[in-house]
């Protein structure tokens, strides 16, 4: 017997992250969305700080993989790329 593809679907979404970056000549946003909370985090850094953006995600995936006892899965939205 194979799993229902939705519930297939739903159990992907809850354990994945996802991240959105803003850019500007001054500031980036950085939106990100785990499976620990309905909201989204924001954080804004200086523009090309690219050591406290790795610092950010890395955070978070260490945040919800002791949480949910393993690493969780990064997705890609339209035009991301699947880190």
């Known amino acids: ?22 850019l500007s000549r001054t500031n980036w946003l950085v939106g990100l969305l785990t499976p620990l909370s309905d909201k989204i985090s924001l954080r804004k850094i200086p523009s090309g700080d690219t050591q406290q953006l790795f610092e950010i995600v890395d955070h978070a995936i260490e945040k919800v993989s002791r949480m949910i006892g393993r690493k969780p899965e990064r997705g890609s939205g339209h035009g991301g790329r699947h880190v």
């Open 1 to 22: 017997m194979t799993a229902n593809p939705s519930v297939q679907s739903v159990t992907r979404i809850t354990n994945t992250c996802f991240m959105a970056i803003e």
